[in-house]
């Protein structure tokens, strides 16, 4: 579960060498803030389009 999490970090910080064969250093933690951002922006999208859907049936 960790290792599914860690693979989510988009914000790795990249290493001039190779760490165990990668180039960036992954953490659950880093994981787990890629996975709210992207959970924020999808509820920030349904938002707006539950706005709009709302304006088109006051028209």
Do not use: W
Not at 18 to 38: A, C, E, P, S, W
């Amino acid at each position: 579960m960790l290792q599914l999490i860690k693979k989510f970090d988009r914000n790795g910080e990249p290493i001039s060498l190779n760490y165990k064969g990668k180039h960036q250093h992954q953490t659950v933690t880093g994981g787990l803030i890629t996975l709210f951002q992207i959970c924020g922006i999808i509820a920030f999208f349904f938002i707006l389009l539950n706005r709009i859907i709302g304006k088109e049936k006051n028209i």
